[in-house]
């Protein structure tokens, strides 16, 4: 069994800052690529950033220059610190891996449950 745990939403002000966590656990072979998606309430769910295993990110072109992913491969955690965030930053963040659980051949996706950001005007 696998999952992937988040924490550090919240509500935070215009111009503020947050960092998110989220840490996979359970019988895990491998980790691939980690990321970060969101989603607003009535729109799509999108990729905000991802980082593979070797440490190369790329992001939305919404949050660049304000957003930073990072992963602690001997953690299995991946990290979203977000800074200069805005109202439209405001959303349910999940936490996104590819991962190969032990006595599986293939590599799987997996969620976490969410966590909200909202961000005041």
């Known amino acids: 069994q696998v999952q992937l745990v988040e924490s550090g939403g919240g509500l935070v002000q215009a111009g503020g800052s947050l960092r998110l966590s989220c840490t996979a656990l359970?019988?895990?072979?491998?980790?691939?690529?980690m990321g970060w998606y969101r989603q607003a309430p009535g729109k799509q769910r999108e990729l905000v950033a991802a980082?593979?295993?070797?440490?190369?990110?790329n992001y939305a072109d919404s949050v660049k220059g304000r957003f930073t992913i990072s992963r602690d491969n001997a953690k299995n955690t991946v990290y979203l610190q977000m800074n200069s965030l805005k109202p439209e930053d405001t959303a349910v963040y999940y936490c996104?891996?590819?991962?190969?659980?032990?006595?599986?051949?293939?590599?799987?996706?997996?969620w976490g449950q969410g966590t909200q950001v909202t961000v005041s005007s």
């Open positions: 996104n891996a590819l991962i190969r659980a032990r006595w599986v051949d293939n590599e799987h996706d997996y």
């Open positions: 359970g019988n895990i072979f491998s980790i691939n690529t």
């Open positions: 980082i593979t295993r070797g440490g190369r990110a």
